[in-house]
Every structure is written in C-alpha cells, then in structure tokens.
C-alpha cells in the first residue's frame, strides 16, 4: 500500500492511494487516512470517517442533548464566525440576560440557515455545526465578546475543523484510490490503513508520507507497476532494493509536461513487495540490486489495467532477461 500525494494549492492535497487486491482481499473493506500536523512522529489523527461528517467546534462535541446547558451574559454580545460557503457571520444576542446555551444556540441558528446551526451537546457543551457535509465543510471561531463566554475556542488550532469525508470503498479490479484534504499543508504528513467494517479489524499504518508537490498528470494517465520478489525457499525476499529509471534517449510528453529522465528506489516489504507509479505509455529500465540483471520495459497503456507485474514476459521490450513461468501440476486426488 502506498500513497503518492499532490498539492495543487496551499491549502488542497490530493492522495493517489495504490491499494493492490493482494493486500487486503478477503481481509479488509475499505481505506482509513490519518494526518499529522506536528510532523512524521505524530501525533495522527483521522481524517476520514465511517460516514460523510460536518465540522464541529469544539471538535469533540457530541450529539445533541436534552439538556439546555448553562448560563451565560451574552446580551448585547456578538459571535463571529466564517463558514465554508457562506462568509463570515456576525451574530449579535438580543434578549436579557442571563442566555441558557440552548436559547443562544436558537439564535445561532435562526440567524445563520442554512449554513450552520448551533446545539447544546449531550455534555453540555455549547456546540456549532455546518449543515454542509464532507471533507470541503469547514468552520472557523474569528472571535466575538460572546464567543468565550459560551466556552468555543477562538485561537488556533482548535478554533477552526472541517468535516470529513467517508473511508474508501474496496472494489475488486482497481487499484488506484484517490482521496482529497480540502484543509491540508505541504508540512502535513499522511498514513493509511485498512479496516474491515464488518468486525473492524484493522491493519498495519502505511509508512508516513510528507505532502510534497507531484507532478500534474491525472491519475487516469498514471499506472502502478510492481514486483514481488521470494526467495529461493519460498519466503518473501524483504529489503530487497529495486530500482525504475527512464530510458535518457526516450522523450515523452504527457498532458503538457515533458517526462524527464529520472530514478526511483524502493525496498521490498515484509510480503517481498514493492511498487512504482509510473507515466503510461513509457519506456522504462528496471534492476534489482545484486543481480547482474536489467530490463526494459513498455509501461501498458491500457486503461483497464491499474497494476502490472514489471517482471512479467508480456511487458518486455527487446528484453535481454528472460523470466519463465513455470506452471505446476496440482496434484491428483486418488481413492483407494
């Protein structure tokens, strides 16, 4: 599992998850992401949900309750707050003091339809909401006399959360995923997992991956090629290195950029795997370490093919190395 991530503005990445059937078939049913602002140690908090979600302040409100909170003299006080969509609110409270939170969040919400709405938590907290959904939701406490008064932070971070978007469906046949932070950095640093919705077992994270800019070839032009390596008794041939280059000869042009020569390095994992993403329609050389072998290969343009063996005979080209497969018998069942 691997993840190549894009940033087309400052504040939007873009992850291009590679998820081969291999890895999760039969075992999980959908991708979780997880980010971290603090850097590559953490900590990481998730990002997508079991369901489309709004963005609440605070973010660790809860549902509404029955309860109409505490009191607060708010009257003639004002809250500020910006809405993804909407613009910024300037709500002022009328009426006399002392305000109960479920009758400040009455106003909140008759004065800021239909993007936001204001309840009091089954905690008590007084709480905002978009009634937007998903990852682009977003809500931000500018300040306000009242704002401290019914507890909402107004300094960052904790003044500002987004909503979030599902975990990623599994689908047999595909390979690539694509999954957007509305409300990302260059300095955030991304992980994945898989979890299974049935039992919610879950695997192993994905190495942390910094958002760094990418080129801007769509996914639909991109293709994962891979190798999966064991050794001669069977095990998987870990911390294997393997190497992708360019052929330097070969000039290729794909949506306006010119592909220029260039290597990438990558060790096998625990299972012996390892995996590339590739410009479709190239010309590549591919090595493993140690082994006095190198071949080029055609990267497939078909669109229906979302992953391919780099060591398959099907996708050599004037290839010098030469890998056999081998079809082995299955054993007859006999009665006697």
């Known amino acids: 599992m691997s993840t190549q991530i894009s940033v087309s503005q400052t504040y939007d990445v873009r992850l291009d998850i590679s998820a081969p059937e291999t890895l999760w078939l039969g075992r999980f049913s959908h991708i979780e992401v997880w980010r971290s602002k603090l850097g590559v140690q953490g900590p990481y908090e998730e ?3 079991p369901d489309w979600a709004p963005a609440r302040i605070p973010r660790t409100s809860m549902e509404p309750g029955p309860s109409p909170g505490a009191r607060a003299n708010i009257s003639g006080k ?19 003091d002392p305000f109960t939170f479920a009758t400040a969040a009455t ?15 089954t905690k008590g907290k007084f709480t905002l909401e978009t009634l937007g959904i998903g990852g682009s939701a977003s809500l931000q ?12 932070p107004i300094h960052p971070p904790d003044n500002f959360n987004n909503g979030k978007e599902p975990h990623i469906p599994l ?6 995923y694509g999954f957007r932070d509305y409300y990302g950095s260059s300095d955030y640093f991304y992980k994945i997992r898989f979890r ?16 760094s800019a990418r080129s801007g070839i769509s ?14 008794d069977g095990r998987p041939h870990t911390n294997q290195g393997v190497s992708v280059f360019s052929s330097i000869e070969t000039g290729y ?14 060790s096998t994992d625990k299972n012996g795997y390892a995996e590339f993403l590739l410009v479709r329609g190239m010309e590549i050389n591919v090595g493993i370490s140690g082994m006095n072998m190198m071949r080029r290969v055609m990267v497939p343009t078909d669109p229906t093919v979302t992953s391919f063996d780099l060591l398959s005979p099907e996708y050599g080209k004037d290839d010098a190395f030469s890998v056999k497969r081998v079809d082995v018998p299955a054993a007859v069942k006999v009665t006697l």
């Not at 106003?107 to 938590?121: H, W």
């Not at 299974?196 to 958002?211: R, T």
């Not at 639909?220 to 190798?227: A, I, Q, R, S, T």
């Open 47 to 49: 990002i997508s949900s």
């Open 78 to 96: 004002k809250l500020i707050v910006l809405v993804s969509g909407g613009g910024q609110y300037d709500v002022e409270f009328v009426g006399t």
């Open 107 to 121: 106003q909140v919400t008759n004065s800021c339809r239909p993007y936001f709405r204001a309840y009091v938590d």
């Open 141 to 152: 406490v500018l300040g306000g006399d009242a704002a401290p008064l019914l507890g909402l």
């Open 171 to 176: 689908v047999l046949g595909r390979t690539l």
């Open 196 to 211: 299974e919705i049935l039992s919610g077992a879950v695997s192993d994270f994905s190495e942390p991956i910094l958002a």
């Open 219 to 232: 996914s639909e032009n991109l293709v994962v090629g891979f190798v999966q390596l064991v050794r001669t």
């Open 253 to 266: 042009q794909v949506e306006g950029f010119t592909v220029s020569s260039g290597e990438q390095n990558v």
